[in-house]
């Protein structure tokens, strides 16, 4: 079945970089994009990027230019999503889902559990 | 603050329906045929119950509808059960700077 699998919960100060990731099993890793999602607390989910695990193109909401970087290893069927510069705002849960439908990017059938990042000095 | 609006809460007793609505504009809602609908429990994942505003995925029940009219999309739930008790979420493709938008998400309480 499909899964996504999502590293464990970070704790970093501001300024600092993290480094995520989304290990896909249970389909073919490079036939669908793997978006990133975050929510922070008391708020609705805020799109992120998308990342095209064919070939590495990437998009990003104007928001992140230049703060998210993404990759993968299609070896083990892995997304990474590295965002820098963090600050307190940062403190979220991030997912990782596959896109689906139209553009890749219509709706997501599956997510990843969750990763908690906190961001506190 | 979220780009598509819904209600905080809403809430109906077992057996009852209820309906969710989420707003957007001509830019996300009312311009594309891609709006999707998630459900979430606390400390989960959300889990797809509606996509292209009106189709559900297999094995998510007859009892959730979707619809969507101008700007404002829908979210029914039929014959209230207490495991409905959750949060749902509206998401419509955007196709601009952010390629998709999300609302703020409705708690919905199951008397």
């Known amino acids: 079945q499909v899964q996504l699998l999502q590293s464990g919960a970070e704790v970093k100060r501001p300024g600092a970089s993290v480094k995520l990731s989304c290990k896909a099993s249970?389909?073919?890793?490079?036939?669908?994009?793997v978006h990133w999602v975050r929510q922070a607390p008391g708020e609705g989910p805020e799109w992120m990027a998308w990342?095209?695990?064919?070939?590495?193109?990437?998009n990003y909401a104007q928001k992140f230019q230049g703060r998210v970087t993404m990759t993968r290893d299609t070896s083990t069927g892995t997304a990474y999503m590295e965002l820098s510069r963090l600050t307190s705002d940062d403190t979220a849960v991030y997912y990782c889902?596959?896109?689906?439908?139209?553009?890749?990017?219509?709706?997501?059938?599956?997510w990843g559990p969750g990763t908690q990042v906190t961001v506190s000095s | 603050q979220s780009a598509l609006t819904q209600p905080r809460s809403v809430s109906g007793s077992p057996g009852q329906s209820v309906t969710i609505s989420c707003t957007g504009t001509s830019s996300d809602v009312g311009g594309y045929k891609y709006v999707s609908w998630y459900q979430k429990y606390p400390g989960k994942a959300p889990k797809l119950l509606i996509y292209d505003v009106d189709k559900r995925p297999s094995g998510v029940p007859d009892r959730f509808s979707g619809s969507k009219s101008g700007n404002t999309a829908s979210l029914t739930i039929s014959g209230l059960q207490a495991e409905d008790e959750a949060d749902y979420l509206c998401c419509s493709y955007a196709a601009r700077d952010t390629y998709v938008v999300f609302g703020g998400g409705t708690n919905l309480t199951v008397l």
């Open positions: 249970g389909y073919t890793f490079t036939g669908y994009y």
């Open positions: 889902a596959r896109g689906r439908g139209y553009d890749a990017s219509a709706y997501f059938d599956y």
């Open positions: 990342f095209n695990p064919n070939g590495g193109g990437t």
